[in-house]
Structure formats: structure tokens, C-alpha cells
Nanobody, 123 residues
Framework: QVQLQESGPGLAKPSQTLSLTCTVS??????????WSWIRQPPGKGLEWMGV???????YYSPSLKSRTSISRDTSKNQFSLQLSSVTPEDTAVYYC???????????????WGQGTQVTVSS
């Protein structure tokens, strides 16, 4: 029922800010008990949790990325966005948006995922 769709440029240049948007259908991003998260997977590596925005609009970020990461939302459009500043080739990854319930400690608690979007950082 709930669907998430990532959108944004697939190519970014070093030092630029990466901006991605997740559009949610079939459910409201303000519905209680859920968080809306960004997760990425670099080539050959595991999933890396980036951050989350709650139904109340509170944000939480991975300590390793918080200085460069900003998650925001537009409730009128039922979407939330990711901004990652000062990107380098190390930020090349498939980026996912996902809905989370419960504590969010386990990936099993992320019940709906977008299909993922490839972002390549290259000059």
C-alpha cells in the first residue's frame, strides 16, 4: 500500500551538495509511530544508515554524517528530502528512502523501501 520513490540527479560533482527527494504515496508522513529514513549502500559495502525524520519533524543523524547531512520534509507534498553537502567520490552509493517503525535498530523494522537511486560523485 505504501510506496516510496526517490528522485534527484544521478550524478554529482565533488564539493557540491547532493539533494534527493522521497515522495510517499499510500500513507502520510505525519502518521504516528513512523519515521522516515535515508539509507545508502556504497559499492561492495553494507547498508549505512544516514538519518531519520520523525512524524513530528524531529531529525536524527548518523554521527559520521551529521555534519554534512540535513533531512527535511514538506508535509503539503507528502515528501521528505536529503541534502548531503561537500560530497566526494566516497559518497557514491545507491540511496534509499524507507519507512521505519519501532526502535529502528534493526533493518527488519524498516517495512517499506524505495527502489533506490544510484548517485555517482565524479568530476
Amino acid at each position: 500500500q505504501v510506496q516510496l520513490q526517490e528522485s534527484g540527479p544521478g550524478l554529482a560533482k565533488p564539493s557540491q551538495t547532493l539533494s534527493l527527494t522521497c515522495t510517499v504515496s499510500g500513507g502520510s508522513i505525519t502518521t504516528s509511530y513512523y519515521g522516515w529514513s535515508w539509507i545508502r549502500q556504497p559499492p561492495g559495502k553494507g547498508l549505512e544508515w544516514m538519518g531519520v525524520i520523525s512524524t513530528a519533524g524531529s531529525t536524527y543523524y548518523s554521527p559520521s554524517l551529521k555534519s554534512r547531512t540535513s533531512i527535511s520534509r514538506d508535509t503539503s507534498k507528502n515528501q521528505f528530502s536529503l541534502q548531503l553537502s561537500s560530497v566526494t567520490p566516497e559518497d557514491t552509493a545507491v540511496y534509499y528512502c524507507a519507512r521505519v517503525y519501532g526502535s529502528g535498530y534493526y533493518y527488519a523494522e524498516y517495512d517499506y523501501w524505495g527502489q533506490g537511486t544510484q548517485v555517482t560523485v565524479s568530476s
